[in-house]
């Protein structure tokens, strides 16, 4: 067999060229692909975090529903009639002996605070 | 530091991401040019390369650390660059008894250069082969793939994968030399 061709007149070379930047793209491409196609092939995995999500806001929102009646139920409620707040002042006032009465009206005489509100009323 | 095939399936191992894209920064080019070899047409080696990847990476926990991780994935690629051919009905009844030369242009690809008529006359060459002494050429000659791994890639033994391959370079040199 006549034995001219020389395989090292060649090399690896090839007549293939690629587009610009093509190894580059292509990596990118197959990364979106794979993910892409996990998430096709397991998309009971997010709905499935979903749910569990809803299950646990639910359960949060029931047991403080439940802790409101419970706590509702253990504290006694607060006396919320509503009183006659003048008259009781008046009448504890009433009951103080004299020399009381003098030094309290004594004391709110001198009260700045008072005697601003006094005059606030007047205007 | 060059990555070993170690390294990769270890990567894999522990951050399936990061394992993704070290094996396609070590073997995006050449599975792609593999492909390329086989299909010619630079779109079909696209689809083919990605097509490959996607299946390296959906069946990674089927490959056996016991077996080389290069022959592994030069089985898968050239599986899919045949399925392609295959697919489109360029090949009818391809099989690896076939050669594909009559059936594939060099250039009706865009991504052809005729610049270099020595190397697009090899091409030629190659794809006047049987399919089985195209691959064991395009592995040995182009990857450097070991006749073992070779052998691995096509199912056929290394003693086979050797004799395909002297036959194929004889070949090759007779194309080579009637055509010059």
């Given at each position: 067999m006549d034995n001219t061709f020389d395989f090292n007149s060649v090399g690896k070379r090839m007549p293939y060229t690629v587009p610009d930047g093509f190894f580059d793209t292509i990596e990118e491409n197959v990364m979106q692909e794979v993910a892409a196609k996990k998430e096709k092939a397991n998309p009971g995995k997010n709905r499935k975090k979903v749910v569990t999500i809803a299950i646990r806001s639910l359960l949060a929102t029931a047991a403080a529903v439940a802790l409101f009646f419970v706590v509702r139920a253990v504290i006694p409620k607060a006396?919320?009639?509503?009183?006659?707040?003048?008259?009781?002042?008046?009448?504890?006032?009433?009951?103080?002996s004299n020399d009381d009465q003098d030094f309290l009206l004594a004391l709110y005489e001198e009260d700045e605070y008072i005697e601003e509100l006094q005059q606030d009323q007047e205007l | 530091m060059a990555v070993t095939d170690n390294d990769i399936i270890q990567a894999m191992r522990e951050d399936a991401e990061r394992g993704c894209r070290l094996l396609m920064a070590n073997y995006k080019e050449p599975l792609y040019w593999h492909i390329r070899r086989l299909v010619v047409n630079h779109d079909d080696a696209q689809d083919a390369t990605q097509e490959a990847f996607i299946r390296i990476f959906r069946s990674?926990?089927?490959?056996?650390?016991?077996?080389?991780?290069?022959?592994?994935?030069f089985r898968i690629a050239t599986n899919e660059a045949l399925r392609l051919l295959g697919r489109q009905k360029k090949a009818t009844?391809?099989?690896l008894e076939d050669s594909t030369a009559e059936l594939l242009s060099l250039k009706a690809d865009e991504y052809y250069d005729d610049g270099d008529a020595l190397a697009a006359r090899l091409q030629q060459a190659i794809l006047h082969l049987p399919a089985k002494q195209q691959l064991a050429f395009n592995l040995r000659y182009y990857d450097e793939l070991s006749y073992d791994e070779i052998a691995t890639v096509t199912g056929a033994t290394a003693a086979n994968v050797k004799a395909n391959y002297h036959h194929a370079k004889e070949k090759i040199i007779k194309y080579m030399n009637e055509n010059d």
């Open positions: 006396d919320t009639t509503p009183v006659d707040d003048f008259a009781s002042v008046e009448l504890a006032f009433n009951n103080l | 990674f926990n089927q490959h056996s650390e016991e077996n080389s991780l290069r022959a592994w994935l009844m391809l099989s």
